[in-house]
């Protein structure tokens, strides 16, 4: 895809402006990194408020009397118990229970909100069509903008009073700068934080008043992905695909307590025997005992130099200080705290497999 | 007198009788951003010019770092074992990467003089 055919952000005139480094993302140029650099920016948004554009992902309106038993068909979570306001992280599932895209999905009263990501977003339209008889509108002219970090919500309260009360993963309608704007108490970094969706041609006034707050600084991509790294969230396409299961993504916990007994979603039966049978592999972290970064694609060998899984997502957390990443392993011989080796550049490097996240994440559940 | 040559990969090599110090270019490490791990993979080995010799990750990506000159790599900046930061704030001092005893001066002549390096900057800014 030539530079020309890529589609512009909403605000992609505010990201040149404050020099930003573009680059294609998902058929969009995007900004990877701002003047502050990767590691700044990346601080900046665990001690401060980072400012990311997602107006690249997909929002989406459902919108009929049956929805959410429409939607349950496709997705493994509890949609029918979600009310007002209330929001969920869910997947959408093949009929072997491979994840086909992962989504958020907010019951906005008289409709539901759904986010998708941007590389799936026309693909996910089309399998909702096929699949759903309600409407379905995707929100072009909405631009997404997330403010994330410890100060996000004294920085957004003044502009949106009201959005302190907002506890993690709900919602609700509130007005910047006379614009309409749906806002959510979610994010992608690990720490407490807001998505705001808009008019597009607001988005750009909205950026420059957040942006007005000396605490707040322009995320880039770069950040976007260290921070989502070291709070142990996915990337669909790296670390879950068509592939991998909710149970060996370690994403069981997005298949709600009545659907496991009901059913009715793809991949049932197959998802059903994982989680009372068990997985031959799961995502797990890996931190290497060194200070080089294993990326994405190392492969992983225990002690007697056996073949025991790949890194899905590799590279260096900032917080943490230290390189960190994800992979498949073999649950079969390798457990948290177990020792294996990454092979990197040639070398086997020692490593030992954790839990996740990297860090304690900071939202607001109360 | 030491002299200075530089790479089209943006490497710059400073000549001192027959070693040369080489590190990344103020542009390079400025296109790379954070580094947060160097390490020279040819630590002790006799290597040709343009062979990969070192490798330097930002938090972005790794990327390789080539021999300008072909010699014998006789030492590497211990420095940057624990401080690789140190090649994003002084690259062209502290930062220096790897010593190499060269074999073949005549490759030099191959380098840019510091005007012609800048000069290649420009072209592909």
């Known amino acids: 895809m030539t530079e020309a055919e890529l589609k512009l952000s909403p605000i992609n005139d505010l990201h040149l402006k404050y020099g930003a480094r573009m680059v294609p993302f998902s058929g969009y140029s995007m900004p990877l990194q701002y003047k502050l650099g990767v590691k700044q920016e990346h601080i900046h948004t665990r001690t401060k408020a980072g400012l990311f554009d997602v107006s690249h992902m997909g929002q989406i309106c459902l919108k009929g009397d ?182 060996e993504a370690n994403l069981g916990w997005t298949i709600g307590k009545r659907r496991r007994q009901e059913g009715g979603f793809p991949g049932f039966e197959n998802i059903i025997r994982q989680l009372k049978d068990g997985v031959s592999t799961r995502r797990y972290g890996v931190r290497p005992d060194g200070r080089a970064p294993a990326r994405a694609g190392t492969e992983i060998f225990d002690l007697e130099e056996n073949k025991v899984g790949d890194i899905s997502s590799g590279g260096f957390g900032p917080t943490v200080g230290a390189p960190i990443a994800m992979a498949y392993i073999d649950t079969s011989s390798i457990e948290t705290g177990s020792k294996v080796s990454v092979l990197v550049r040639d070398n086997l490097l020692p490593a030992t497999i954790t839990n996740l996240p990297f860090i304690s994440p900071n939202y607001k559940r109360t | 007198m030491a002299t200075t040559y530089y790479s089209e990969e943006h490497e710059w090599i ?105 000069k290649f900057v420009e072209s592909i800014k």
């Open chain 1, 66 to 247: 049956e929805v959410k038993d429409e939607l349950e068909n496709l997705v493994p979570s509890d949609i029918k118990s979600l009310s007002e306001g209330e929001m969920r992280y869910t997947l959408f599932l093949n009929k072997k229970g491979g994840i086909l895209d992962d989504l958020i999905v907010t019951d906005a009263g008289n409709h539901l909100f759904v986010v998708v990501n941007a590389a799936c977003r026309h693909k996910d339209i089309k399998f909702l069509r096929d699949n759903l008889r309600c409407d379905i509108e995707e929100l072009e002219d909405r631009a997404l903008l997330a403010l994330q970090g410890p100060v996000s919500e004294t920085v957004l309260e003044m502009l949106a009073p009201g959005v302190a009360d907002l506890k993690f993963m709900s919602s609700g309608e509130f007005s910047i700068c006379g614009a309409e704007c749906f806002i959510t108490r979610s994010g992608y970094t690990g720490e407490d934080g807001f998505e705001i969706s808009m008019p597009s041609m607001m988005a750009e006034e909205i950026a420059e008043t957040i942006l007005r707050d000396e605490d707040t600084e322009l995320i880039g991509l770069g950040a976007r992905d260290s921070l989502r790294l070291e709070a142990g969230l996915c990337l669909y396409g790296q670390d879950i695909n068509e592939m991998t299961t909710p149970v």
């Open chain 2, 14 to 118: 400073t000549i001192e009788g027959n070693t040369g110090t080489v590190g990344i270019t103020d542009f390079a490490q400025e296109q790379l951003g954070d580094i947060v791990f160097a390490e020279v993979t040819k630590a002790n080995e006799e290597v040709t010019k343009d062979e990969e010799v070192a490798v330097v990750e930002s938090v972005k990506a790794a990327s390789d770092i080539f021999s300008p000159v072909s010699g014998i790599i006789s030492e590497v900046n211990v420095l940057l074992e624990d401080a690789p930061e140190t090649i994003n704030s002084d690259p062209l001092e502290n930062g220096w990467i790897f010593k190499i005893t060269i074999t073949n001066p005549n490759e030099l002549d191959d380098l840019m003089d510091l005007e012609s390096y800048n």
